[in-house]
């Protein structure tokens, strides 16, 4: 089993930056990916970002160039770095890991809102 939790949303302006956190508990060494997803009001959820456990990354065509996604080297913990916010990036962010025996687990979520 794998606990997730992240942190880091916000208020930020158009043009600004926020980075979030994923802090992974519990059966790290069975996470085979790991995942950025966002639900935007009255959206479905989609995938923002993923890296695998050799550090591949991918990424949705709407933030690529602005969002990095990214892994401490002990890979308790994931990142996203988004820079360039805007205003449709507002949305809840979730996190997901996903084991080898391909099971799931999702974090709570925390709110994104880009305003001026």
């Known amino acids: 089993q794998v606990q997730l939790v992240e942190s880091g949303g916000g208020l930020v302006q158009p043009g600004g930056s926020l980075r979030l956190s994923c802090a992974a508990s519990?059966?790290?060494?069975?996470?085979?990916?790991m995942g950025w997803y966002r639900r935007a009001p009255g959206k479905e959820r989609e995938l923002v970002a993923s890296?695998?456990?050799?550090?591949?990354?991918n990424y949705a065509d709407s933030v690529k160039g602005r969002f990095t996604i990214s892994r401490e080297n002990a890979k308790t913990t994931m990142y996203l770095q988004m820079n360039s916010l805007k205003p449709e990036d507002t949305a809840v962010y979730y996190c997901?890991?996903?084991?080898?025996?391909?099971?799931?687990?999702w974090g709570q979520g925390t709110q994104v809102t880009v305003s001026s």
């Open positions: 997901r890991a996903t084991t080898w025996s391909l099971y799931s687990s």
């Open positions: 519990g059966d790290i060494s069975s996470i085979s990916v």
């Open positions: 890296i695998t456990s050799s550090s591949i990354t």
